[in-house]
């Protein structure tokens, strides 16, 4: 049976609430901001959205409350032609929020409340997380949520990718699920580091090191350096998110893994260029701009 869609997303959907100041905050300390604007965003929606732009038929499982802030989300999606079709609306929980403080110099501060995203349920995902070519999952909903997420993917047939953000132990069933593990350098150190992950049966760990690229790492192979690309950055918000989203389009489209890398590369890098995370979010015609200028 042929996939419906090229890449599912399970995951988070928020609403950001972005200040700016000359700096962050330092413990007990208060700034004085610049800006403050409301964007769409949580790392599920924004690699959905992501995976979308990139060109890939996409779907998201997720959940939002019965707010404002469900309906910006909503529009968000069908602005982008995400199926959202399981997607669960619970009217007595408010939306997911991310308090986001920015830097004048693009670095960023996260708090997270779940939200409806916290009362997500294995059920509510299963149908939806076999649907795809490809899998994309977060940490930013419930650990079971993840795994059976996961699971039915694999059952499915479909390549498994997991972004263990934010940072968070995993437990070793729901590793053995994965194809594809993307974490950070303080993430995969939590992971138990590469050797760990490998020896779990993950086939690729791909390190993203911000604007020193990322790093591929296979089982016999030697450590293979993705280079990143020289951008005027503002804000690094969403940049992580980009990268999967867009990686995640890429591999269904059966592009081998360094070329998916590399344009995955290029998008985190366009989506440091603009503010918020899912305005940055490029699109394919833009990425591939990005790659042809490079060469």
């Not at 403050?36 to 599920?44: C, D, I, N, P």
């Not at 968070?168 to 194809?179: G, N």
Request: glycine share 10%; hydrophobic share 45%.
């Amino acid at each position: 049976m042929q996939p419906s869609f090229d890449v599912c997303v399970v995951g988070s959907a928020n609403l950001d609430l972005v200040a700016t100041a000359e700096r962050l905050p330092g413990p007990g300390e208060t700034v004085m901001g610049s800006a403050y604007a409301e964007f769409a965003g949580g790392k599920g929606l924004n690699q959905a959205v992501a995976a979308s732009r990139a060109g890939a038929r996409t779907a998201f499982a997720g959940a939002v409350g019965g707010d404002d802030a469900a309906r910006q989300l909503i529009a968000v999606m069908d602005a982008d032609s995400i199926d959202r079709s399981a997607l669960v609306e619970l009217s007595d929980a408010p939306t997911g929020r991310a308090l986001i403080g920015v830097s004048s110099s693009g670095e960023n501060s996260i708090i997270v409340v779940p939200g409806a995203n916290g009362r997500l349920k294995p059920n509510d995902v299963r149908a939806a997380a076999g649907s795809g070519r490809v899998l994309l999952v977060q940490r930013e909903v419930p650990a079971a949520v993840v795994r059976e997420a996961l699971g039915a993917a694999k059952r499915a047939g479909a390549l498994t990718i997991l972004n263990p953000a934010p940072a968070s132990r995993v437990d070793e069933d729901t590793l053995a699920l994965c194809d594809i593990v993307i974490p950070n350098e303080h993430e995969v150190q939590l992971l138990g580091g590469v050797s760990t992950l490998l020896d779990f049966g993950v086939s690729s760990v791909v390190i993203t090191l911000g604007s020193r690229g990322a790093m591929l790492c296979r089982p016999g192979q030697s450590v293979l350096a993705i280079p990143a690309f020289s951008v005027e950055a503002i804000d690094t918000t969403g940049a992580g998110d980009a990268f999967c989203g867009a990686f995640a389009a890429t591999m269904s489209r059966g592009v081998d893994i360094v070329e998916a890398l590399r344009f995955a590369s290029a998008a985190g890098a366009l989506a440091t260029t603009v503010r918020g995370a899912v305005p940055s979010l490029p699109h394919r015609e833009a990425i591939e701009a990005l790659l042809t200028n490079a060469e």
